[in-house]
């Protein structure tokens, strides 16, 4: 029988964190502090019309991987779309794109 991948989803290392400090201010990673290098470049290549397909072959990885980090992106900034996480970024963080 297959991998029951239903019961995994959203059960990663970061499942419960929290985006919002006690004082209701944002916290490291919803600023975008705590970014990574690849999540940085994935999130200036969206920023710039790119789709998932091309992004992943630019940076010669998966189509999954690049979909993985821009969903992991969308639940970082608390997104629920992707316009919504450019908005977001483009206009709280622009120091994030290039």
Not at 38 to 50: E, F, P
Not at 54 to 70: F, S
Not at 75 to 85: M, T
Request: proline share 4%.
């Amino acid at each position: 029988m297959g991998r029951d991948v239903v019961g995994r989803c959203g059960q990663g290392p970061w499942k419960g964190s929290q985006r919002v400090g006690t004082a209701g201010t944002l916290s490291n990673a919803a600023l975008g502090n705590d970014l990574s290098d690849r999540h940085k470049k994935i999130l200036n290549l969206l920023c710039s019309d790119q789709r998932t397909k091309k992004i992943a072959a630019q940076l010669n990885i998966c189509p999954r991987t690049a979909d993985y980090h821009k969903r992991r992106m969308m639940e970082i900034f608390s997104s629920d779309s992707l316009p919504e996480l450019i908005t977001h970024v483009l206009t709280k963080n622009p120091s994030l794109v290039e």
